[in-house]
C-alpha cells in the first residue's frame, strides 16, 4: 500500500538554530512530494514541491527539502528558525500510478523557543 | 495569482441542519477536493471531483455528503443532516498536474 509518513509528531527548536523536519513515503512508483505550512486558523500553504526535476528544491521563507530515493525521503530542513515558522508542517505525496490522489502526513507541529 | 477561495469562513449549525459550504477553485484547475481537519487531528481526504463526477471518495464521505459543481466556477460539499462529529475545518483544493491550492477553510461548528 502506498503511505506517507511524518516520523515526529512534535519538533521544537531554539530560534536561530537549524529545522529538520522528517518525511518518507513508501511506494514503488515515482513520487511527486509537497511541504505544506499551516498556520492557526488559517489554510494550507505549499512551502515547495518535487515533480522530478533536481532532487535539491527550494522552498518559500528559506526552506528546502532534499529528495533521496534510496532513503525514500523528503526531509524539510532550514538552516535558521525564525520565530514565524512555528507551524503545522505537512508533508503530502501523489504517485505516478494515483497521479490526482494525494496522501497527507499526520503533521509535524514545530515550536519555536526564543 | 489566482487563489481558492472558500465561504463562509465559519458556520454554525445545529445538529440535523443541512449545510452547504462554498468553493471557487482556480479557474483552470480540473480536479477538485475537499478535506477535513477535525481539531488537533490530521487532514482527512473526503473526495476528488473531475470532468463533473466524483473520481474517488472515503470512507468518511458517506451518503450524508454530497458534492456539486452547479455552474462551472462554484464547488459545493453538502452536509445533508449534520452530526456533532461533523464540526471541523472544511477546506477545499484544486489542482491541474499538481500541485493542491487550498482555500483558508470553513469552520463548520454543529451544536
Known amino acids: 500500500a502506498q503511505s506517507v509518513t511524518q516520523l515526529d509528531s512534535h519538533v521544537s527548536v531554539s530560534e536561530g538554530t537549524p529545522v529538520l523536519l522528517r518525511c518518507n513515503y513508501s511506494?514503488?512508483?515515482?513520487?511527486?512530494l509537497f511541504w505544506y505550512v499551516q498556520h492557526p486558523n488559517k489554510g494550507l500553504q505549499l512551502l515547495l514541491k518535487?515533480?522530478?526535476?533536481?532532487?535539491l528544491v527550494k522552498g518559500i521563507n528559506g526552506f528546502e527539502a532534499e529528495f533521496k530515493k534510496s532513503e525514500t525521503s523528503f526531509h524539510l530542513t532550514k538552516p535558521s528558525a525564525h520565530m514565524s515558522d512555528a507551524a503545522e508542517y505537512f508533508c503530502?505525496?501523489?504517485?505516478?500510478?494515483?497521479?490526482?490522489?494525494?496522501?497527507f502526513g499526520t503533521g509535524t507541529s514545530l515550536t519555536v523557543i526564543p | 495569482e489566482p487563489e481558492v477561495t472558500q465561504t463562509p469562513s465559519h458556520q454554525v449549525t445545529q445538529m440535523g441542519q443541512e449545510v452547504i459550504l462554498r468553493c471557487v477553485p482556480i479557474?483552470?484547475?480540473?480536479?477538485f477536493y475537499w478535506y477535513r481537519q477535525i481539531l488537533g487531528q490530521k487532514v482527512e481526504f473526503l473526495v476528488s471531483?473531475?470532468?463533473?463526477?466524483?473520481?474517488?471518495k472515503s470512507e468518511i464521505f458517506d451518503d450524508q455528503f454530497s458534492v456539486e459543481r452547479p455552474d462551472g466556477s462554484n464547488f459545493t460539499l453538502k452536509i445533508r443532516s449534520t452530526k456533532l462529529e461533523d464540526s471541523a475545518m472544511y477546506f477545499c483544493?484544486?489542482?491541474?498536474?499538481?500541485?493542491?491550492?487550498f482555500g483558508n477553510g470553513t469552520r463548520l461548528t454543529v451544536t
Open positions: 483544493a484544486s489542482g491541474y498536474n499538481s500541485p493542491l491550492h
Open positions: 511506494s514503488s512508483y515515482s513520487p511527486s
Open positions: 518535487y515533480t522530478s526535476a533536481a532532487t
Open positions: 503530502v505525496v501523489s504517485f505516478s500510478n494515483t497521479g490526482n490522489q494525494f496522501y
Open positions: 479557474s483552470n484547475h480540473l480536479y
Open positions: 471531483f473531475y470532468n463533473n463526477e466524483i473520481s474517488e
